[in-house]
């Protein structure tokens, strides 16, 4: 088989990491499957992409998504933080 390459001409090989240029998905190739007569790169989320619409990129570890609720814990702690950090200790205005 000929080497799969992705939009910059990057080979794409099983285990590479990836990114669909169309929505900035990620993803681990699992399979390079030909279908059809065209070439297709399976991912660890079970779909197939193009490789001329995958970017080969730099592994990086996935961010744990935040709850509404969580992040609007975070903003309240930074707002009280900040309002506590601009009070004069010294009472004069």
Do not use: F
Not at 12 to 19: A, D
Not at 22 to 34: A, P, Q, S, W
Not at 76 to 88: H, L, P, T, Y
Request: aromatic share 6%; charged share 40%; proline share 3%.
């Amino acid at each position: 088989m000929t080497p799969v390459l992705d939009v910059r001409g990057r080979e794409i090989s099983i285990g590479s990491y990836v990114r669909y240029i169309n929505t900035g998905t990620t993803g681990i190739v699992r399979d390079i499957l030909e279908r059809e007569g065209r070439i297709w790169v399976l991912l660890d989320n079970d779909l197939m992409y193009r490789p001329d619409k995958l970017e080969v990129i730099q592994y990086r570890e996935k961010r744990e998504r935040k709850g509404k609720e969580e992040i609007e814990d975070i903003l309240d702690r930074e707002k009280v933080e900040e309002i506590e950090s601009n009070i004069d200790p010294c009472g004069a205005g």
